[in-house]
Nanobody, 122 residues
């Protein structure tokens, strides 16, 4: 079992930046990849970015490229999401997930965190 805990959310300003963290605990040796998804009010959960924990390969949602960076500290089993030039449409609950594959499909990921709320004010 893997437990994921997100942190770093809150109220942000348009044009600002944020860093979210996701710390994994438990059977972290089983983790191949970790990812970030988000869910805005009234919308479906959508993929943001993913990273493999060993090689560091990354996968980004196309329309967020240039504003988002995913990184990891494999020794600490922690992944980070940096999002800059924040926009009100970035407002969402951001979820961390871990799984066997690297990609945008939610079914690749076995365990999910509780999420952290990010609100971007205009």
């Amino acid at each position: 079992q893997v437990h994921l805990a997100e942190s770093g959310g809150g109220l942000m300003q348009t044009g600002g930046s944020l860093r979210l963290s996701c710390a994994a605990s438990g059977r972290t040796s089983d983790i191949y990849a970790m990812a970030w998804f988000r869910q805005a009010p009234g919308k479906e959960r959508e993929f943001v970015a993913a990273i493999s924990m060993v090689g560091g390969s990354t996968y980004y949602r196309e329309f967020l490229k240039g504003r988002v960076t995913i990184s990891r500290d494999s020794a600490e089993s922690t992944v980070y999401l940096d999002l800059n030039n924040l926009k009100p449409e970035d407002t969402a609950v951001y979820y961390c997930a871990e799984g066997d594959g690297l990609g945008p499909a939610a079914h690749l990921y076995r365990h999910w965190g509780q999420g952290t709320q990010v609100t971007v004010s205009s």
